[in-house]
């Protein structure tokens, strides 16, 4: 209900009038039945446009710090992430990423819009990184199409940091549907795995236009961090 509200009555005419928001494409996203969306990211914002502009409810599997947060900010965030059904995720590794992946399974086993951000994290500068091999397994178990999605110039709205949007016009362009069934059964070889991943950032690079580079966007993050 709280989704419905806030896209149709609250926040969604309100980001409409102002950003002016751009698209192609949506007639991609089939009208029933479990799809992943797989974007890139570029800013806090891309899980806002996205679902504001796709004809069913996307859920995001979201980080778990948007939902532990303290303070009047804390507390917002947690109840918007919660109301428009965003699920919390650890993404420490290990039988924290196993977890992850069994959640989104599940959304897509009660056939909803699952959302997903292969590069992990935001890219740090507007490039577009290395794919994470999640959602390969994701899409090779469940056995579900995989539709690319690219957000244009959202980290000029809002960039890394920026707690304030500015105030400028975005744009989204929504691919065709990726089938990956010849890969059926083949969801615990790493090499296949890979190659799914590098073929779904593929379709990304060319949809969004951004410069690829083949390292994780996480270790550029650690590196940065580490240099200051």
Same mark, same amino acid.
């Given at each position: 209900?709280?989704?419905?509200?806030?896209?149709?009555? +609250?926040?969604?005419?309100?980001?409409?009038?102002?950003? #002016?928001?751009? =698209?192609?494409?949506? %007639?991609?996203?089939?009208?029933?039945?479990? =799809?992943?969306?797989?974007?890139?990211?570029?800013?806090?914002? /891309?899980?806002?446009?996205?679902?504001?502009?796709?004809?069913?409810?996307?859920?995001?599997?979201?980080?778990?710090?948007?939902?532990?947060?303290?303070?009047?900010?804390?507390?917002?965030?947690?109840?918007?992430?919660?109301?428009?059904?965003?699920?919390?995720? /650890? #993404?420490?590794?290990?039988?924290?990423?196993?977890?992850?992946?069994?959640?989104?399974? $599940?959304?897509?086993?009660?056939?909803?819009?699952?959302?997903?951000?292969?590069?992990? *994290?935001?890219?740090?500068?507007? $490039?577009?990184?290395?794919?994470?091999? &999640?959602?390969?397994?994701?899409?090779? %178990?469940?056995?579900?199409?995989?539709?690319? =999605?690219?957000?244009?110039? *959202?980290?000029?709205?809002?960039?890394? &940091? #920026?707690?304030?949007?500015?105030? $400028?016009?975005? &744009?989204?362009?929504?691919?065709?549907? +990726?089938?990956?069934?010849?890969?059926?059964?083949? %969801?615990? /070889? #790493?090499?296949?795995?890979?190659? =799914?991943? /590098?073929?779904?950032?593929?379709?990304?690079?060319? +949809?969004?236009?951004? %410069?690829?580079?083949? *390292?994780?966007?996480?270790?550029?993050?650690?590196?940065?961090?580490?240099?200051?």
């Amino acid at each position: 209900m709280a989704y419905f509200i806030l896209k149709n009555f +609250l926040l969604g005419p309100i980001l409409k009038a102002l950003f #002016r928001p751009w =698209v192609r494409g949506m %007639e991609n996203i089939p009208t029933s039945g479990p =799809v992943i969306l797989a974007s890139n990211h570029l800013s806090f914002s /891309d899980s806002i446009f996205l679902p504001l502009q796709s004809r069913r409810p996307v859920v995001f599997l979201a980080k778990s710090e948007y939902f532990t947060g303290r303070g009047f900010k804390g507390a917002l965030t947690r109840w918007f992430f919660k109301a428009t059904g965003q699920l919390p995720i /650890d #993404r420490s590794g290990g039988r924290a990423s196993e977890a992850s992946l069994n959640t989104g399974l $599940r959304v897509l086993a009660q056939g909803q819009v699952l959302g997903i951000y292969p590069e992990g *994290t935001r890219s740090p500068d507007g $490039r577009l990184f290395r794919g994470r091999t &999640g959602i390969a397994r994701m899409a090779l %178990e469940s056995k579900v199409p995989v539709i690319p =999605v690219a957000m244009i110039d *959202t980290e000029k709205v809002q960039p890394i &940091g #920026r707690r304030l949007p500015r105030i $400028r016009r975005i &744009g989204i362009i929504v691919g065709e549907p +990726l089938d990956f069934s010849r890969f059926d059964g083949m %969801e615990g /070889d #790493r090499v296949i795995l890979r190659a =799914v991943t /590098d073929e779904i950032m593929y379709e990304l690079m060319k +949809l969004s236009g951004q %410069e690829y580079v083949d *390292t994780y966007a996480s270790t550029l993050k650690e590196k940065r961090a580490r240099a200051r």
